[in-house]
């Protein structure tokens, strides 16, 4: 079973960057991963993902531009980089791992709190 762990949450203000850490264990150079957000009374939104290879990257239209995701799977690390937060930014995020490669998410983090005040 993946295990799946975010950090680097926090509270910042309007404007500032922000990094995620997502760590996910077993084999995870052939990983599909994603970034995942969900704010109070809202229901589950897709942030970015990144292929195995880091060939393929995907952005929600709410954060393309301002938000950057990439890897290390010799650390068998994630990073989500965000930059130029906004207080609609303010949501749970949390991190999924797709071990079997077919964009399908199978194991999830417990996530982590990302609140922007403005």
């Known amino acids: 079973q993946v295990h799946v762990v975010e950090s680097g949450g926090g509270l910042v203000q309007a404007g500032d960057s922000l990094l995620l850490s997502c760590t996910a264990s077993g084999n995870f150079r052939i990983y599909n991963m994603g970034w995942f957000r969900q704010a109070p009374g809202k229901e589950r939104e897709f942030v970015a993902s990144?292929?195995?290879?880091?060939?393929?990257?995907d952005y929600g239209p709410s954060v393309e531009g301002r938000f950057a995701i990439s890897r290390d799977n010799a650390k068998k690390t994630v990073f989500l980089q965000m930059s130029s937060l906004k207080s609609e930014d303010t949501a749970v995020y949390y991190c999924?791992?797709?071990?079997?490669?077919?964009?399908?998410?199978?194991?999830w983090g417990q996530g982590t709190q990302v609140t922007v005040s403005s």
């Open positions: 990144i292929s195995w290879s880091s060939i393929s990257i």
């Open positions: 999924a791992a797709d071990p079997d490669s077919d964009w399908t998410y199978d194991a």
